[in-house]
């Protein structure tokens, strides 16, 4: 993995190339953003040049190919003070400390090539004024550096470049109108943020308009609880994965450690609670509360708790999968609690275990299936990590809502 062999080497390179991949997976993306190039930059020697390819367009920067160019420019950009750019539609970044060294200067480029006494039956220095034409290469540039001025920064946190490469990749190769990402890409956050939360304030909404009995009101609460838990324990989830994939590279090596850590945090979190309303007295919407509201921190810490993790993973895979596993654990522990004392809730109501059961599965599966759907396609590479999480946090404070309304009602 690059990253992971310029995290090891202490040395000096003088050309570091990237190959020119479009980042249409996460894990190509991480090879797009601000973090990735300054990690180059600092194993570029002072006349060193870094070679990057990216795909643009003969021509014209428009649409999606813009923004996904601009946020890899822009990346790119930040990390080293000299970046230049070939023609499309394979366009080259080339990169470095010393313009004199990362040069497109064609003239320049034959002399050098001369100078080294290379011979070639099929390339030589009268071709690159061919290949790099001041003036494309000028026009490419100025597009470049005018798309970046406005996309969004490709970041290991937040990999814009990442939903801007499947959205052009689904325009160009998608028949009729399957191309829904680039609407979705260029939305407004708040946009999308009201569109995931929309659905449990409906419910709410709904909820609150009927005029139900305590029991019923509890028991809807908790189904209304569920779905959240769900969604926000699926996205969560994936997040921390994305997080390791993006420090470590090795996700799929690791995935059944890590995805078997979240589970055995599931069935601790659903023992514990389970224990904790065997032979009480109190009503089980209270021990639900508690759990929605130790999931809501654990949301709302992640961010920070991420980072931690992040930068614990430095040393290797090993240490990878201790910091990620240990935050999938306490995940998997905070979610897994919610389960059974809705169920306890369904079940006071006078609702046979088989329905209660069947009930909470399905409210789980449909809250885990849409955010399995919208997290890591669409949030995390537009909202970021922190935000997705928080976004993760609404959700189950609007569950906490739900079963605070739910237990302060009686018959309407």
């Known amino acids: 993995d690059l990253r992971r062999v310029l995290g090891r080497e202490t040395g000096r390179f003088g050309l570091i190339v990237v190959p020119g991949t479009a980042p249409v997976t996460l894990l190509q993306a991480r090879l797009a953003t601000a973090e990735f190039f300054r990690l180059c930059a600092s194993r570029l020697a002072p006349d060193g040049v870094l070679v990057a390819g990216i795909r643009t367009a003969p021509n014209a920067l428009v649409d999606e190919t813009a923004a996904m160019a601009g946020s890899i420019f822009a990346a790119a950009r930040e990390a080293l003070p000299v970046v230049r750019a070939t023609p499309g ?10 313009p004199q060294a990362a040069t497109l200067d064609p ?5 050098r090539w001369r100078g080294r006494g290379i011979t070639s039956p099929s390339f030589g220095g009268a071709i690159l004024p061919t290949l790099l034409p001041p003036r494309r290469v ?14 969004v920064v490709s970041r290991d946190d937040r990999p814009a470049s990442f939903l801007h490469a499947l959205a052009r990749r689904q325009r160009t190769t998608a028949a009729g109108d399957a191309g829904w990402l680039a609407p979705l890409s260029r939305a407004p956050a708040a946009a999308l943020a009201g569109l995931v939360l929309l659905p449990s304030l409906l419910v709410l909404a709904w909820t609150w308009s009927r005029p139900l009995s305590l029991e ?10 569920v779905a959240t838990a769900g969604a926000a324990g699926m996205g969560l989830y994936l997040l921390v994965l994305l997080s390791f994939q993006a420090r470590v590279g090795l996700l799929y090596g690791a995935l059944g450690v890590l995805s078997a850590t979240f589970m055995l945090g ?4 659903a023992t514990l609670a389970q224990r904790s309303v065997e032979g009480v007295e109190t009503p089980p919407i209270v021990p639900l509360r508690v759990a929605l509201a130790l999931a809501l921190a654990y949301a709302v810490t992640l961010p920070w708790t991420l980072r931690a993790a992040s930068q614990a993973s430095e040393p290797g ?5 201790l910091a990620h596993g240990a935050l999938l654990l306490a995940g998997g522990v905070v979610t897994g609690a919610v389960f059974p004392v ?3 809730v369904w079940l006071r109501a006078g609702d046979d275990a088989a329905s209660a059961a069947g009930r909470l599965e399905t409210a789980d599966h449909v809250g885990a299936a849409v955010a399995a759907l919208v997290a890591s396609v669409l949030l995390l590479p ?3 990590f922190a935000k997705t999480a928080w976004l993760a946090g609404a959700l189950l404070a609007l569950g906490l809502v739900g079963t605070l309304l739910g237990g302060d009602r009686r018959e309407g």
Do not use: F, K, N
Request: proline fraction near 2%; charged fraction near 15%; hydrophobic fraction near 55%.
């Open 216 to 225: 019923l009101r509890a028991s809807a609460a908790a189904s209304h609880a």
């Open 266 to 269: 599931l069935a601790l979190g």
């Open 138 to 151: 000028a026009a490419t540039e100025a597009a470049l550096l005018d798309a970046s001025s406005t996309a």
């Open 107 to 111: 003239d320049l480029l034959a002399e």
């Open 317 to 321: 895979l090993v240490a990878g999968v």
């Open 89 to 98: 539609p394979d366009t080259l970044l080339v990169a470095g400390w010393d």
């Open 342 to 344: 809705s169920s306890a």
């Open 382 to 384: 537009r909202l970021g």
